[in-house]
């Protein structure tokens, strides 16, 4: 119950140091008394009757301070305290004594002054009702008076002292009333709510408890509102009710498809609702039985050094030059990277061991025309690229780059140039192993696992069973992120989880970021330079109408994007960046905060959207120069040559 010590505490500070400077004044003035009379027993029993009263007092605030009271017990202390308090300074008036004592009548009684000092005091701890202080009040009042008329002659003078007095009452109540809100609000604050709530078990637990206890705050607090602010309080209500279904929904990261699509076209939505927000419907397709052969290598990695030093550094890197040169590039940026960190050395695996590895992920790869070998080692290039011009970098540990190199080079191997809804409209082996749930990613997930089954393949046979599940865990969360059905998901999650005090240290955030390194990765080509943009373009969309026309042929609904002979192709790339891969690496460098993103990520990509939002966008490719705007344009074309 600390919310009982923090609301006593804010209330009740002043309260104290008023009330025990009251207790003092009380004190020094029987001392005086004494000093001016001699009599011992006077003074004696004033300050039993004070030092009683400073006990009982601090007996009180002591447990409310420790919350041993529940609300309704501090409440009743504190006016028990009041009309106690009052009494006291009653009977501890030294002129009354006298006259107790010895029946020896006075003109005037200094507690009519310690007694409107009290009541200014004691509206302070009636925050609750202005009842009680009414009567309490009156019950002190009308007492001293009715003492004060038998021990006095000057009756008129202590009629109209005592008038004053309730004039007095009268004032303060009002005062009580213009607190009552903020005294309310935070005297609430110290009822114990544990029932009817069932204990929270998760954060996600605690905020609904929590937000059911504001709102019981605001009914608690409501009753005294003016009919504006009683309206205005519906509305907040209305409010807190509405975040509470959210809050209780099965997935609060989940984007509504709705609100994702609302300002879209029609093309557009169909496009996102079939590729982006996982489907319910089941379907069959064997994978081709043509796998591309054991790679030549043309130019080894020696031969090709000068070509890898700028993966890391350069955005735009060309990972088409590098399949054409080595037609194997898994294999050769695979093992640049991996000895470029030295983590052959860290995990004590051979070059014979890697090279198998690398090999046997390379020949899993078909011969797609987008989802091939060099898309996965393009998704390792962009990924490094991120990961360098990131603060994340300086925290990773070895595990972690071993890790994501094999996600990102294993995260497409043996797909079928097929996405998930055709695999489940044909009710394909794939989507019935994996309950048309992720199929693509998790059988990505699986196969490379295979691999590393294989005692000349297995990267991973020295690490000992704790970081073996670290890794596996790493790999698998960061291949199953690139499920495009997840996309929203993921965005939404990231957005609302890191947009303030990121902390870098910890393992957990860092998984997080991986896995949005890879997602962001794996669309990258849109960030690309033009030249390189158009060329993935090309080959995406190669594969979306062989996709298409396979659906005409089987007689099941054309995929949007899919049909060569209705696509806008102008309109879907603009509508894939504005839609899905714009927010996306906002909400990444939101998160990482790099200059270098941003120029080089963010900027090409809102140049690419400008682009395909031109109409009649020729498909050329050529090298690169930048116009007025700095909007990348083709100009002449060149081929590659080795240096």
């Not at 004039?167 to 109540?173: D, L, S």
């Not at 990131?390 to 140039?417: F, Q, T």
């Not at 899905?580 to 200059?595: A, H, K, M, P, R």
């Not at 120069?625 to 080795?642: A, H, M, P, T, V």
Request: charged share 20%; hydrophobic share 40%; net charge neutral.
């Amino acid at each position: 119950m600390n919310s009982n010590k923090d609301a006593y505490l804010k209330v009740n500070n002043r309260y104290y140091i008023m009330y025990y400077s009251l207790l003092l004044y009380l004190l020094g003035h029987s001392l005086a008394f004494y000093n001016n009379n001699g009599q011992s027993k006077i003074l004696i029993v004033g300050m039993v009757l004070e030092f009683t009263l400073l006990v009982l007092s601090l007996l009180i605030f002591l447990v409310s301070f420790h919350c041993i009271l529940s609300n309704s017990g501090l409440r009743i202390s504190f006016i028990l305290l009041y009309l106690i308090t009052g009494l006291f300074i009653i009977f501890s008036e030294p002129e009354i004594l006298v006259f107790i004592d010895s029946s020896v009548k006075n003109p005037f009684f200094h507690s009519f002054f310690t007694l409107s000092m009290y009541i200014n005091l004691g509206s302070r701890v009636f925050f609750a009702k202005r009842f009680w202080f009414y009567v309490c009040s009156y019950i002190i009042i009308a007492l001293h008076t009715a003492i004060c008329f038998v021990a006095s002659d000057d009756k008129p003078e202590i009629a109209i002292s005592s008038v004053l007095l309730c004039v007095q009452v009268h004032f303060k109540a009002g005062d009580i009333k213009k607190l009552s809100k903020n005294y309310k609000i935070i005297l609430t604050e110290t009822e114990q709510l544990v029932s009817p709530y069932e204990e929270a078990k998760t954060p996600l637990d605690e905020i609904i408890i929590e937000i059911k206890q504001i709102m019981e705050k605001f009914n608690a607090v409501s009753k005294e509102f003016s009919p504006y602010v009683k309206t205005t309080y519906k509305e907040i209500k209305n409010i807190f009710e509405d975040i509470l279904k959210k809050l209780q929904s099965n997935n609060i990261y989940s984007p509504r498809l709705d609100l994702v699509t609302k300002n879209m076209d029609l093309e557009n939505k169909i496009f996102i609702e079939q590729e982006f927000f996982e489907s319910k419907a089941s379907s069959l397709l064997s994978p081709p039985d043509h796998i591309h052969p054991k790679s030549v290598i043309e130019y080894s990695i020696s031969e090709l050094l000068g070509i890898l030093k700028p993966i890391g550094n350069e955005w735009n890197y060309n990972t088409f030059f590098i399949g054409e040169c080595s037609r194997a590039p898994i294999k050769v940026i695979g093992e640049y990277i991996i000895k470029l960190y030295r983590l052959e050395e860290t995990f004590k695996f051979s070059d014979d061991k890697m090279m198998n590895f690398l090999s046997k992920l390379e020949d899993s790869y078909y011969n797609n025309p987008y989802h091939n070998s060099c898309h996965a080692a393009d998704v390792l290039c962009s990924f490094i690229y991120l990961l360098s011009n990131s603060i994340v970098k300086k925290y990773m540990n070895s595990l972690e780059w071993l890790g994501s190199i094999i996600a990102c080079l294993a995260h497409d191997v043996r797909h079928p140039a097929k996405n998930n809804r055709y695999l489940i409209m044909t009710q394909n082996e794939y989507a019935i192993t994996y309950n048309d749930i992720s199929v693509l990613e998790n059988m990505h997930s699986a196969t490379v696992f295979g691999f590393l089954q294989i005692s000349n393949c297995n990267l991973l046979s020295e690490m000992g069973s704790e970081k073996y599940q670290q890794i596996r865990k790493l790999i698998i969360d960061m291949i199953l992120a690139t499920d495009m059905g997840k996309h929203f998901d993921l965005v939404s999650y990231m957005k609302n989880k890191y947009s303030e005090n990121v902390d870098f240290n910890n393992w957990d955030t860092r998984q997080d970021l991986f896995r949005f390194f890879i997602k962001a990765s794996d669309v990258g080509h849109a960030a690309k330079s033009l030249e390189l943009h158009q060329k993935w373009c090309s080959l995406v969309i190669e594969e979306f109408f062989a996709q298409g026309d396979l659906e005409k042929s089987k007689g099941i609904p054309v995929s949007m994007f899919c049909d060569r002979e209705n696509t806008n192709i102008n309109k879907s790339q603009a509508g894939f960046i504005k839609n899905i891969v714009l927010s996306l690496y906002e909400t990444l460098n939101l998160i990482v905060n790099s200059e270098e993103i941003d120029n080089n990520c963010v900027k090409q990509l809102k140049n690419n959207l400008k682009y395909w939002e031109t109409a009649n966008c020729p498909w050329v490719h050529g090298s690169t120069e930048r116009n007025e705007d700095g909007l990348i344009y083709l100009k002449s074309s060149r081929k590659g040559s080795l240096p």
